[in-house]
């Protein structure tokens, strides 16, 4: 039976010296013997052990759960238990990193929109990115219960000219002032602006920030903090109290 020392078991597995002695004293690999010189040497079985071992660490297996089922004497009732905690908290992991690069490409997508950046457009950006997900909601909201009524809208106008009949149009259009106050009181007390020159979060008088120009995302306004007036970003600013 060939014997290996230290080194090429080492070699053998592709890891280090060091780690092969780290193995040793964590009592997880001992040498099947010694040397006359005190050298460590492994047998084919501690070869296939190492590897083993090798194997458990690339699926990040901690040392202490490896040690533990090597040293059971029913494995079988240990390993699933063990891959089944490795597999939730890689997906866990992988979760995490997904999440941060969701916001680093967000973090890209904001920063071709600065005009001017500095350090508090981070800042900034981190506000909206923050809210982007409250906002969408808005704005799916009143797309929503706009689209029904755009519907109906032109069912009626059909009616009218093929029918002749005119007076369910105009039903129609007394109900739609309502829902418009209703759909814009609902917007405009939940979105604020964020203004390029302060970096301050502020709402806009209602009477400018309905007839100013706009983007999907800004709106040319005046900064109710410093006076600025600009394109200023649109963000979630919660419920007006």
């Known amino acids: 039976m060939p014997k290996y020392t230290t080194g090429e078991l080492a070699k053998l597995c592709g890891v280090t010296v060091r780690t092969v002695q780290y193995y040793d004293t964590r009592g997880i690999l001992v040498p099947s013997e010694l040397s006359e010189g005190g ?22 297996l901690p040392i202490n759960s490896i040690s533990q089922l090597l040293s059971e004497e029913n494995p079988e009732s240990v390993i699933y238990l063990l891959i089944g905690q490795q597999e ?10 997904l999440m941060k690069l969701d916001k680093l490409t967000m973090l890209k997508q904001e920063l071709k929109r600065v005009d001017r950046f500095s350090v508090e ?4 950006i ?14 799916s ?3 929503l219960t706009g689209i029904p009524m755009m519907i109906l809208h032109w069912i009626l106008i059909i009616l009218w000219v093929v029918t002749g009949i005119w007076w369910p149009f105009f039903v129609f259009l007394l109900g739609v002032g309502p829902y418009a106050i209703l759909a814009s009181r609902y917007y405009w007390k939940r979105v604020t602006y ?16 309905m007839w100013a ?6 709106r040319k306004l005046t900064c ?18």
């Open 88 to 97: 939730q908290e890689l997906r866990e992991e992988i979760s995490d990193k």
């Open 224 to 241: 109710t903090c410093c006076g600025h007036h600009g394109f200023c970003v649109e963000t979630y600013g919660g419920d007006e109290k």
């Open 121 to 124: 457009s981070i800042g900034d």
């Open 39 to 60: 050298r460590r040497l492994y047998s084919e079985d501690d070869l296939r052990r190492m590897k083993i071992i090798c194997f458990l660490r690339e699926l990040d």
């Open 213 to 218: 120009r706009h983007t999907p995302n800004t």
């Open 141 to 143: 909201t009143i797309l």
């Open 126 to 139: 981190a506000f909206i990115m923050k809210n982007k997900k409250k906002l969408k909601k808005i704005r």
């Open 194 to 209: 964020i203004c390029p020159q302060c970096h301050e979060v502020f709402r806009p008088v209602l009477k400018e920030a």
